[in-house]
């Protein structure tokens, strides 16, 4: 399992903690942006239920990365659509979301986008 150091996801921290591979990060993001009754809720007891052997520090730490992800996407994704004037493009948006956020699945970029899009189309900038 390849271990992502704390730093490359926290780059002023001096911590020494490691996650697990992009598989959990990936699945603490899908947490992230569900829609319906846990739409921006923490994902800790999501997560831990998934993934029973992360400790409570972990699963905060996830919780806070994923959140952190998500609201990137979304505010990146608006701060895109107020600069075009024909519509975003997604390859666009999807180079600077994996360039911040390198261990994000094409599933969970593209996810992302639609809700950004959804954001920007519900006020008027697309």
């Known amino acids: ?13 001096n911590e020494d903690r490691a996650f697990p591979n992009e598989k959990v990060l990936n699945l603490g993001l899908k947490l992230a942006m569900e829609w319906g ?8 007891a999501r997560l831990g239920a998934i993934e ?3 400790t409570d520090t972990q699963l905060d730490d996830y ?3 994923c959140q952190e992800a998500m609201k990137f996407g979304h505010a990146k994704m608006y701060e895109l659509a107020e600069k075009a004037s024909s519509g ?3 390859d666009a948006f999807s180079r600077v979301f994996k360039e911040r956020y390198p261990w994000a699945s094409d599933e969970n970029m593209a996810h992302c986008f639609s809700q950004g899009m959804y954001y920007a ?6």
């Open 37 to 44: 009754t846990d739409w921006l809720k923490p994902i800790q």
């Open 88 to 90: 975003v493009d997604q």
């Open 52 to 54: 029973p052997a992360l």
């Open 121 to 126: 189309w519900k006020d008027g900038l697309v």
């Open 1 to 13: 399992m390849a271990l992502i150091p704390v730093s490359n996801m926290y780059p002023d921290s």
């Open 63 to 65: 919780n806070a990365i």
